[in-house]
């Protein structure tokens, strides 16, 4: 079976391939909130949606982006502080290989991009082997060829008072790797990423690590009890094509993100890096993405013939710009597995146009099917306002009735962005509400429920939960910038000792042995079994030293009452860290 699909993919990539000789391609900005941001804020002072991409999917192609900037500088007509122009500069020399000849160099505007200096050219004559470029430690561009080579670190040092023996307090990490991004004959773009990880981490971040080693957002992990430290490897990479000009086809393992927000209750980069295969349209206004994943069940029985278990998920996402300013997109997901009758992926539904519940009752399974729609709106040239709406599943004779039945399964999120909020120039502002109500995402087993490599694919959190997440940014200089969040979350957990009934926060476990022991099937809100309010307040500053080296200092207060001791616990952290070409990690939860 799976020999067959190989073959089917190997056919369809050679197909594909064939057609693409005269279409452009670009790789992928690698997903990064302080970066996507900076992006967020120019698309919401442009006041209109960006041409080359939707800010609902992530991550964005580096040639669209700079187009963004093209944009901005050909109009003249939006109101950039002199902190906009540095991140324009800073943009366009982060993806320099599309910058030749796509502005007009008499443009105005564009005479007042700020330089902060921190690269100088060599003398007339000379040309440097490494760091031709700031943004690259080594590259090549050429009609031919585009290579950009780039080392990357991260190196932090910290204090967590949570841990139970004073030895553990001292936190420490390192990252050492490289990226590797490019083109070939302009046409097949290609990245691969790779670094070695090992530290002691906060306390909360390791509390994974006794029943299967992992961390947060990666996969596999070695946890070494003498010194509580963590090991691990990160991986990621893809190769991409355009087999027709408004058809991009993107294949490998990465991460792939729908939404606006800080979380998002679609699909996040929350869990580790899965294997893909993703296909995006666009047709004037419309954008239609299919995405088809191969993932890991973590769960009981999670492994066959020492191989861990498969599961698979199929999602696609349509949206259109109902005005310049307004977007709307619906999805459908299902997630399944085919473990018991001995199959792999079912070619169902590698249908890219089909009802994926249609499919799902055709067959005759009970694959976990999720339907929702989102959207975003620009307002004003000074904010934008964003939301998720996902239903796992409902009974209509129930779901307005108040009656709290357990199938109403649904998440919601709403949230707003506001640039130079309240009128001081490059101070940002954004809050969010995230609403889950219990079991959602989950199903009988972990080949269907809504997770990889035992990590939820949307909100870490999981289900059972309200939270509201405030975040202010402030870049303060050419070189600082301040990070506030705060983020106040009210979930109802299981116990974590004895016998006990599934509450519906835990998305791993099986809905089947939820808790009836109010009303029957009736009576389940959000907060049920054991309730912890979590208080997390995060305050970072981030001083740039040159393109992509940083320095962060960073304290962090985290605070989870609960009337179960083994729940509440209480953390003050700092950390002090050199980071080059790597993103900070935000691990808010």
């Known amino acids: 079976m799976y020999q067959g699909i190989i073959r089917h993919l190997f056919t369809l990539f050679l197909a594909l391939t064939s057609l693409s000789y005269v279409h452009a391609q670009s790789s992928f900005i690698p997903l990064n909130d302080d970066y996507y941001h900076l992006i967020d804020r120019l698309e919401i002072k442009r006041g209109k949606l960006s041409e080359g991409f939707n800010y609902n999917i992530k991550p964005f192609e580096r040639k669209a982006v700079v187009s963004l900037t093209d944009s901005i500088l050909k109009e003249g007509t939006v109101n950039l502080t002199d902190r906009d122009w540095e991140t324009i500069d800073y943009i366009r020399e982060d993806s320099w290989e599309w910058t030749n000849g796509m ?75 490289v990226e590797i991004r490019g083109m070939i004959n302009n046409k097949l773009g290609f990245y691969t990423y790779v670094a070695d990880n090992q530290g002691r981490f906060p306390r909360y971040i390791g509390e994974h690590k006794i029943e299967d080693p992992r961390f947060p957002g990666e996969g596999l992990a070695k946890y070494h009890e003498r010194n509580g430290s963590f090991d691990f490897l990160t991986a990621r990479g893809y190769i991409t094509f355009r087999p027709l000009k408004s058809v991009n086809v993107k294949f490998g393992h990465d991460y ?16 580790s890096p899965y294997l893909f295969l993703r296909l995006d349209t666009q047709l004037g ?52 597995n085919r473990d018991s009758v001995g199959g792999g992926y079912d070619l169902n539904y590698l249908n890219p146009i089909i009802f994926y519940r249609y499919v799902e009752s055709y ?10 729609l989102d959207f975003r709106w620009l307002a004003g040239k000074t904010a934008s306002v964003y939301g998720q709406f996902v239903l796992d599943e409902f009974l ?156 962060d200092g960073r304290y962090l207060i985290r605070k989870i009452s609960s009337v179960d001791k083994n729940v509440a616990v209480n953390s003050n952290i700092f950390t002090f860290a050199i980071r080059y070409n790597m993103a900070f990690r935000q691990q808010t939860f």
């Open 363 to 372: 067959i005759g399974s009970q694959d976990n099917a999720l339907l929702g």
């Open 103 to 177: 502005i007009s160099t008499d443009s105005a505007q564009y005479n007042r991009l700020a330089r902060l200096g921190w690269f100088k050219s060599p003398p007339p004559g000379k040309k440097r082997k490494f760091w031709e470029h700031p943004a690259d430690l080594y590259s090549i561009h050429n009609k031919d060829f585009d290579l950009h080579f780039n080392f990357v670190t991260t190196n932090f040092i910290g204090k967590d008072n949570s841990y139970d023996t004073t030895r553990f307090n001292t936190l420490w990490g390192t990252s050492r790797g």
């Open 396 to 551: 209509s004779k129930e779901l307005f009735n108040g009656s709290k039945f357990w199938g109403n399964k649904y998440s919601l999120q709403l949230g707003a962005k506001y640039v130079d909020a309240f009128g001081v120039p490059n101070l940002d502002f954004q809050a969010e509400f995230n609403l889950v109500r219990p079991y959602t995402y989950s199903h009988k087993d972990g080949g269907r429920n809504y997770m990889h490599y035992g990590q939820a694919l949307a909100h870490p959190l999981g289900a059972n939960f309200r939270e509201f997440v405030g975040i202010l940014r402030y870049k303060a200089t050419s070189r600082l910038t301040v990070y506030g969040t705060l983020m106040s979350a009210m979930q109802g957990k299981n116990p974590t000792t004895g016998d006990y009934m599934n509450f519906g926060g835990d998305i791993s476990k099986n809905y089947e042995e939820r808790s009836i022991n109010r009303n029957g099937e009736y009576g389940q809100k959000i907060g049920q079994g054991i309730r912890a309010t979590t208080l997390y307040t995060d305050l970072r500053l981030t001083y740039s030293l040159a393109h992509n080296l940083f320095l």
């Open 256 to 271: 792939n993100v729908f939404g606006s927000g800080y979380r998002s209750l679609i699909l996040s980069d929350n869990s």
């Open 285 to 336: 206004k419309f954008h239609y993405t299919n995405l088809w994943t191969s993932m890991t069940n973590t769960g009981k029985d999670a492994f066959a013939e020492e191989l861990r278990r498969k599961k698979f998920a199929a999602i696609h996402h349509l949206s259109v710009n109902v005005t310049d300013k307004l977007n709307i997109g619906v999805f459908e997901a299902e997630v399944f």
